[in-house]
């Protein structure tokens, strides 16, 4: 993902294994671009908890998994699912 380059760079020449606070202490300060915004490693890793991670893989899925809302593109949006109760359903549009 384009967006983490910089911080996959730097977790691939980390040296394993590493913990949270070790990532957040050495790459803390790292702002990641979002989609609608940004946010720093240390902002997303802190929702994770105290976790020790084996590898870069491990610890740039820790990170991709903790990102905000930020992250994705149109909340709640889906052209798939029907609609839940107690929402307002969705205009058809014909092509």
Do not use: C
């Given at each position: ?53 084996p ?41």
């Amino acid at each position: 993902m384009r967006l983490f380059t910089e911080a996959n760079e730097r977790f691939e020449t980390h040296s394993y294994p590493a913990t949270t606070q070790e990532l957040i202490d050495e790459y803390g300060d790292l702002e990641l671009m979002l989609p609608n915004g940004s946010e720093t490693i240390e902002t997303a890793l802190s929702r994770v908890g105290n976790e020790t991670y084996p590898n870069a893989e491990a610890a740039r899925l820790a990170v991709y998994g903790a990102v905000s809302d930020k992250a994705i593109g149109r909340k709640f949006y889906s052209d798939r699912d029907p609609v839940a109760s107690g929402e307002r359903g969705y205009e058809q549009i014909s092509f």
